[in-house]
């Protein structure tokens, strides 16, 4: 009797300490990020690139990590009302940033905000947006030789367009001129659908404008391409060279990006579970697919790649400001 008893005491502390195990572990997982929801804050309107991007990641992050990813619009002063609203915000990573090249890096070297670059955190890099220099398809220079040649030949007589001053389509054609020797003039639009559209009734000469913004216009046969502006070409349009392959400029590589980030201080283990997350599903043919549709390069690179791109974007855009003679505002 005494053995059995002694017997049945056993199993009931193994049974115990099994329980105290599981519930251990319950909590554990309870624990691990992401436990709530989390935030996405898009600096634009809904339907820009940068919004749909993030739109289309945060429903592959909520099915893959279990929690709701849900996305707000904070529009405003060129992508710096939302994204210093996020390097505000608590640094416990349930609230982001849907970052691009403008709003992280540009729009701190231009104008006076409360927030840099060094403000936030890479959690995961999603995609990049190369831009095409183009013109009118009736415009003189059938390829980009003839088009460098007609430029420096006529200093001041020509004008480039672009979606807005300090805009990266804006530093792009500045970067390319400067490389060239070109002199002319720029003329700011309030967003590419109006520069476009002066392009294409010659009223401006060229501009570099996005893939996804001018895909209807190559297809029409209404624009000439000459080249886009990252260092490797896109998969949305691979016929089109790009700048460092058919110019002097061989270290040519200016796109803007979009990624998610986090306010500084955010846990490196909680944001490398996103960028694992990111990555397994930018890595997939469907997402190759999916982003190529918005004129979108999918980028899956460590969050180590993506604060690296950052730094290079401030050195490149901090030195291309200072040779324009462009000032904060």
Not at 14 to 43: D, F, N, T
Not at 72 to 83: C, Q
Not at 235 to 247: H, R
Not at 255 to 282: C, H, N, T
């Amino acid at each position: 009797m005494t053995q059995d008893r002694a017997s049945t005491g056993k199993r009931i502390g193994r049974y115990l300490a099994a329980l105290a195990m599981a519930g251990s572990c319950a909590a554990w997982a309870q624990g691990s990020y992401p436990a709530q929801k989390v935030e996405i804050v898009v600096p634009w309107t809904a339907g820009q690139a940068t919004d749909i991007a993030a739109r289309v990641m945060a429903e592959q992050l909520s099915g893959k990590l279990g929690q709701a990813f849900f996305v707000s619009n904070k529009a405003g002063a060129g992508g710096a009302v939302g994204s210093m609203q996020v390097a505000r915000s608590k640094n416990d990573g349930y609230t982001l940033l849907a970052a691009s090249t403008g709003s992280v890096v540009v729009a701190p070297l231009l104008t006076e905000t409360s927030y840099t670059a060094g403000d936030f955190a890479p959690a995961a890099m999603i995609a990049k947006s190369p831009s095409i220099l183009i013109t009118a398809a009736d415009f003189p220079a059938k390829n980009i030789d003839d088009l460098i040649r007609l430029l420096k030949d006529n200093p001041g007589k020509y004008a480039f367009a672009s979606s807005g001053s300090g805009s990266a389509t804006h530093l792009m054609a500045e970067a390319f001129n400067l490389g060239h020797g070109i002199q002319a003039t720029h003329v700011p639009y309030k967003g590419s659908a109006a520069a476009l559209t002066d392009v294409l009734a010659g009223r401006v000469a060229y501009m570099f404008d996005t893939v996804a913004s001018v895909s209807s216009q190559l297809a029409a046969g209404k624009v000439t391409a000459y080249a886009i502006s990252s260092k490797e070409r896109s998969a949305s349009v691979p016929d089109i060279p790009a700048i460092a392959e058919v110019t002097e400029l061989k270290d040519f590589d200016i796109a803007s990006w979009i990624g998610l980030m986090a306010p500084k201080g955010a846990s490196e283990q909680d944001m490398a579970v996103l960028e694992k997350a990111a990555r397994d599903y930018l890595e997939t043919p469907e997402a190759k697919a999916k982003y190529q549709n918005l004129g979108l390069s999918v980028s899956p690179m460590s969050n180590a790649e993506f604060q690296a791109v950052v730094e290079r974007e401030v050195a490149l855009y901090s030195d291309l400001l200072e040779k324009l003679g462009l000032k904060k505002q």
